[in-house]
């Protein structure tokens, strides 16, 4: 029998990773009232029964009663129930986004309506949760088929799971620098793509502007200690507890040198099974739609 607990910040995609798992065979209660868990539990244990994967919604919607949450899950170690609780996050302003775009009101928000209030005192109170959780999936940056490959790793591949999760993402400085970012590299001392005519429309993702930039010795060599830096810090940050890190590459514009070394750096990186990898190119098209304007 595996019993997995579903939790984490409203807006970080629980209902969605309900329905994943759904999809992969567990059994699903979404918002179950906090004094029914043993019962739950209990009716798990019985000999025979036909569930043996099940998954339980629990979050702040449970009001008063989630405040037993701990205690329950207390018992539950005592009474020898063997559970994991996979616990979603994002960032804050990735979740008053995601709240202004659905127009929905955070539980916690009051009689103000203020989401950011709501979010941090949600935050607060489930600090023993998130401390308690086997696996710590941030879906600030994550797609919706990003999500599902990491749940199908842990709950259907039974792979080891590392709680980091790495976006490399390219951008343009003359579009700012990304607010998230926890590492950033400027590529603007390479040989810029744009003055050459033919390759001015085209993009890093192509084949002639990838040649281009990646013949230039300095770009081999900055790309051969960048990932030298990067392997080295990310077995640290795992140590440490990081869950999130956004690598952004710059040039000016966004398109052909950082998309190029954003490239090249996913590729050396996503083969290493200790964390999750995502590619973005923010700003690869701007400059298109900037000059139809």
């Given at each position: 029998m595996r019993?997995?607990?579903?939790?984490?910040?409203?807006?970080?995609?629980?209902?969605?990773?309900?329905?994943?798992?759904?999809?992969?065979?567990?059994?699903?209660?979404?918002?179950?009232?906090?004094?029914?868990?043993?019962?739950?539990?209990d009716l798990l244990r019985v000999p025979g029964t036909e569930i043996n994967k099940a998954a339980l919604g629990v979050d702040i919607r449970s009001g008063q009663n989630f405040r037993e949450l701990e205690k329950v899950l207390e018992e539950l170690d005592a009474s020898g129930m063997r559970y994991e609780i996979l616990y979603l996050e994002s960032s804050e302003d990735v979740l008053i986004k995601r709240y202004k775009e659905t127009r929905r009101f955070h539980?916690?928000?009051?009689?103000?309506?203020?989401?950011?209030?709501?979010?941090?005192?949600?935050?607060?109170?489930?600090?023993?949760?998130?401390?308690?959780?086997?696996?710590?999936?941030?879906?600030?940056?994550?797609?919706?088929?990003?999500?599902?490959?990491?749940?199908?790793?842990?709950?259907?591949?039974?792979k080891e799971?590392?709680?980091l999760y790495i976006s490399v993402l390219s951008f343009g400085f003359k579009y700012g620098i990304p607010a998230d970012a926890d590492l950033v590299f400027d590529v603007r001392f390479l040989p810029n793509p744009y003055y050459i005519e033919e390759l001015r429309p085209k993009s890093g993702n192509d084949k002639e502007v990838r040649d281009y930039v990646m013949e230039n010795d300095k770009a081999k060599e900055f790309l051969t200690k960048l990932t030298d830096m990067v392997e080295f810090l990310i077995p640290n940050y795992i140590q440490e507890g990081k869950t999130q890190l956004v690598i952004g590459i710059g040039c000016t514009g966004g398109k052909h040198r950082s998309v190029t070394l954003a490239n090249e750096l996913y590729t050396a990186l996503k083969h290493n099974e200790n964390y999750g990898i995502r590619i973005e190119h923010r700003d690869i098209g701007k400059d298109a739609i900037t000059k139809a304007r």
């Open positions: 019993c997995v607990i579903v939790t984490g910040m409203s807006g970080a995609g629980k209902s969605t990773a309900l329905k994943m798992l759904e999809d992969m065979g567990y059994f699903c209660v979404d918002n179950l009232p906090v004094p029914l868990i043993p019962k739950m539990a539980p916690l928000s009051g009689k103000d309506g203020r989401v950011d209030q709501g979010i941090r005192e949600e935050r607060k109170r489930l600090t023993f949760l998130k401390q308690r959780a086997d696996y710590l999936i941030d879906t600030s940056h994550m797609l919706t088929r990003e999500l599902r490959a990491e749940l199908t790793k842990i709950f259907v591949e039974n799971y590392k709680n």
